[in-house]
């Protein structure tokens, strides 16, 4: 009989935290413990790591996502149970799950079959606390600013010119868009706002950019929240928002340590989505397991022209980051959905529908050979996948002069990724050449276009003058330095959802622009994008419940 992936999640022999920290050299008092199975590790332990050399990083990336599934999370885990299984000291960096998709449609974000991170319930829900943290930081400078226009307005904030929206963890149309503030004098002042998801809130970017808490406070304090009415921009610090919001990450800024089903060691911390934000883990997880590791096997949200894109010209820019070699992750099925069958014929084998869809997986490898990091891809491998499909993808892989690698780390874990494993150590011993995709000196709009020519493979970039006016107005203001974050839909390298496969020669359409000046980014959001998210017409929380043993069903 099949496992459930929570059947087995419980069934786990998880080692008390200190064990794991232990296996990474931390000591037991720079532990802070979330009961038995997770803890944080403390800012005064990973503030005294600099003088120590780094590991290797591998990136986990994929294929853009389908819905026949990639198992990207599940790659990330076996791969490090993997290297692991082989000797090597290997940490695995994830970020955190948001309830917005737990209870929408996603589900969970911890894995798969045997290839799982625990505590798999708690770190599905709610955690150490740490989403409910950055909503809270969030939320107290949307107060404060609605607040100091009550009181006077001092800094003479024009109400029509405020940027700053609320969050919460919590996929709802309904509040995209509001009016605030009705009800009379008392309330305050009416004006239109709306709320986006917490992923995508600006305070969780700089929670996950932060290098030290100091620089946590310095970013928050940069956060444009809006403009005078002679446009001069108004900050966090100006409303005397930082040290209050900083007060309220103090704690989530740690990162959490937890364990994989083999009890390889993980952190996760940090969660913003990379179809709306920059999808990566928090820079200070990733800098902390590099200083205790032999390799890291970290992974990037969604397809490779988002999530690694900005893993590379976001997260490693601002870090100072290197990345030792990439991990492309893609399954038969995406590969057939890529070249046009439909989810009900996945079960047939087609080795001509995989070849077709396989021009997405050579459109992802040449973008990646040109950030200058070697590539290996892995076949997640599903049961019905036939040896003809398989060979199919090792083909077109070898054509570029990538190997193409099957992987059973879903039903066999660690054992499952052995080749994969030592694929991945001989390709961190060849000497990279990474560089970003632009400099910094490349003017805003110029490196939209550069993403959407180079990645994308579009033909044009549509922005009205509007748009470009803003960008400019950054420029001047001191801002054009700063690298972009595309906000555009993961399921296809166009900005229509529907447009599988390589498509080239489409247009990328630039709806807003925002400046994240304490992140460091701007965001373009393109097409129907949404910074809030709604739910499905049958959404995942309708099956969720606790059953008679106070056990929770249909999370996952």
């Given at each position: 009989?099949?496992?459930?992936?929570?059947?087995?999640?419980?069934?786990?022999?998880?080692?008390?935290?200190?064990?794991?920290?232990?296996?990474?050299?931390?000591?037991?008092?720079?532990?802070?413990?979330?009961?038995?199975?997770?803890?944080?590790?403390?800012?005064?332990?990973?503030?005294?790591?600099?003088?120590?050399?780094?590991?290797?990083?591998?990136?986990?990336?994929?294929?853009?996502?389908?819905?026949?599934?990639?198992?990207?999370?599940?790659?990330?885990?076996?791969?490090?149970?993997?290297?692991?299984?082989?000797?090597?000291?290997?940490?695995?960096?994830?970020?955190?799950?948001?309830?917005?998709?737990?209870?929408?449609?996603?589900?969970?974000?911890?894995?798969?079959?045997?290839?799982?991170?625990?505590?798999?319930?708690?770190?599905?829900?709610?955690?150490?606390?740490?989403?409910?943290?950055?909503?809270?930081?969030?939320?107290?400078?949307?107060?404060?600013?609605?607040?100091?226009?009550?009181?006077?307005?001092?800094?003479?904030?024009?109400?029509?010119?405020?940027?700053?929206?609320?969050?919460?963890?919590?996929?709802?149309?309904?509040?995209?868009?509001?009016?605030?503030?009705?009800?009379?004098?008392?309330?305050?002042?009416?004006?239109?706002t709306g709320f986006d998801i917490t992923v995508a809130s600006e305070v969780m970017a700089i929670l996950c950019l932060a290098s030290d808490?100091?620089?946590?406070?310095?970013?928050?304090?940069?956060?444009?929240?809006?403009?005078?009415?002679?446009?001069?921009?108004?900050?966090?610090?100006?409303?005397?928002?930082?040290?209050?919001?900083?007060?309220?990450?103090?704690?989530?800024?740690?990162?959490?340590?937890?364990?994989?089903?083999?009890?390889?060691?993980?952190?996760?911390?940090?969660?913003?989505?990379?179809?709306?934000?920059?999808?990566?883990?928090?820079?200070?997880?990733?800098?902390?397991?590099?200083?205790?590791?032999?390799?890291?096997?970290?992974?990037?949200?969604?397809?490779?022209?988002?999530?690694?894109?900005?893993?590379?010209?976001?997260?490693?820019?601002?870090?100072?980051?290197?990345?030792?070699?990439?991990?492309?992750?893609?399954?038969?099925?995406?590969?057939?959905?890529?070249?046009?069958?439909?989810?009900?014929?996945?079960?047939?084998?087609?080795?001509?529908?995989?070849?077709?869809?396989?021009?997405?997986?050579?459109?992802?490898?040449?973008?990646?050979?040109?950030?200058?990091?070697?590539?290996?891809?892995?076949?997640?491998?599903?049961?019905?996948?036939?040896?003809?499909?398989?060979?199919?993808?090792?083909?077109?892989?070898?054509?570029?002069?990538?190997?193409?690698?099957?992987?059973?780390?879903?039903?066999?874990?660690?054992a499952g990724t052995q080749a994969l494993a030592r694929r991945v150590v001989d390709l961190a011993g060849e000497s990279a050449a990474f560089?970003?995709?632009y400099p910094d000196e490349v003017p805003l709009f110029g490196k939209i276009e550069t993403i959407a020519r180079r990645i994308y493979r579009?033909?044009?970039?549509?922005?009205?003058?509007?748009?470009?006016?803003?960008?400019?107005?950054?420029?001047?203001?001191?801002?054009?330095?700063?690298?972009?974050?595309?906000?555009?839909?993961?399921?296809?390298?166009?900005?229509?959802?529907?447009?599988?496969?390589?498509?080239?020669?489409?247009?990328?359409?630039?709806?807003?622009?925002?400046?994240?000046?304490?992140?460091?980014?701007?965001?373009?959001?393109?097409?129907?994008?949404?910074?809030?998210?709604?739910?499905?017409?049958?959404?995942?929380?309708?099956?969720?419940?606790?059953?008679?043993?106070?056990?929770?069903?249909?999370?996952?």
């Amino acid at each position: 009989m099949v496992r459930t992936d929570i059947e087995i999640a419980r069934a786990a022999r998880k080692r008390p935290i200190q064990e794991i920290g232990a296996k990474l050299g931390i000591p037991a008092d720079a532990l802070i413990p979330y009961g038995n199975d997770k803890a944080k590790v403390s800012a005064a332990f990973t503030g005294s790591l600099g003088g120590r050399p780094d590991g290797k990083l591998i990136l986990v990336t994929a294929v853009n996502p389908t819905p026949a599934g990639e198992g990207k999370t599940t790659t990330t885990v076996g791969l490090g149970d993997g290297l692991a299984r082989l000797g090597h000291r290997a940490v695995i960096c994830i970020r955190e799950a948001s309830l917005g998709p737990c209870f929408g449609m996603k589900g969970g974000a911890a894995g798969g079959g045997l290839a799982q991170i625990v505590p798999m319930e708690e770190m599905n829900l709610h955690f150490t606390g740490d989403f409910h943290a950055i909503t809270s930081a969030h939320n107290l400078l949307a107060a404060l600013i609605d607040n100091h226009i009550y009181w006077g307005n001092a800094l003479g904030l024009d109400s029509r010119r405020i940027t700053w929206r609320r969050v919460m963890d919590m996929n709802d149309r309904a509040l995209r868009d509001i009016v605030c503030s009705l009800g009379g004098v008392a309330n305050g002042f009416p004006r239109q706002t709306g709320f986006d998801i917490t992923v995508a809130s600006e305070v969780m970017a700089i929670l996950c950019l932060a290098s030290d808490l100091a620089d946590l406070q310095r970013r928050l304090g940069a956060i444009i929240v809006g403009y005078t009415s002679d446009r001069r921009p108004v900050t966090a610090h100006d409303l005397g928002a930082d040290g209050a919001m900083t007060v309220l990450l103090k704690d989530a800024f740690q990162p959490n340590l937890v364990q994989t089903l083999e009890n390889t060691p993980a952190f996760v911390h940090g969660g913003p989505f990379a179809n709306i934000a920059h999808g990566c883990n928090s820079l200070i997880a990733t800098r902390t397991a590099l200083k205790l590791a032999d390799y890291v096997v970290t992974e990037a949200g969604f397809g490779a022209d988002l999530g690694a894109e900005k893993f590379m010209d976001i997260k490693c820019r601002i870090g100072g980051l290197s990345p030792d070699g990439v991990v492309l992750v893609a399954t038969v099925r995406a590969l057939k959905m890529n070249g046009g069958v439909g989810r009900a014929e996945l079960g047939a084998e087609d080795v001509a529908a995989v070849r077709a869809g396989c021009a997405n997986l050579g459109r992802h490898i040449e973008n990646l050979r040109g950030f200058g990091v070697p590539v290996v891809v892995a076949i997640n491998h599903f049961d019905g996948d036939t040896e003809a499909e398989i060979e199919a993808v090792r083909a077109y892989a070898a054509q570029y002069g990538v190997e193409a690698i099957p992987c059973t780390h879903w039903a066999e874990g660690g054992a499952g990724t052995q080749a994969l494993a030592r694929r991945v150590v001989d390709l961190a011993g060849e000497s990279a050449a990474f560089s970003p995709l632009y400099p910094d000196e490349v003017p805003l709009f110029g490196k939209i276009e550069t993403i959407a020519r180079r990645i994308y493979r579009a033909e044009e970039v549509l922005a009205d003058a509007r748009i470009r006016a803003r960008l400019q107005q950054w420029e001047e203001e001191g801002f054009g330095h700063l690298p972009v974050c595309m906000a555009k839909t993961q399921y296809s390298f166009s900005a229509d959802p529907n447009l599988r496969g390589a498509p080239e020669g489409h247009s990328v359409p630039i709806r807003e622009v925002r400046l994240c000046a304490g992140a460091g980014f701007v965001v373009a959001i393109c097409g129907e994008i949404m910074t809030m998210p709604g739910l499905p017409s049958q959404p995942a929380a309708q099956a969720i419940g606790v059953n008679e043993d106070g056990q929770v069903d249909g999370l996952f």
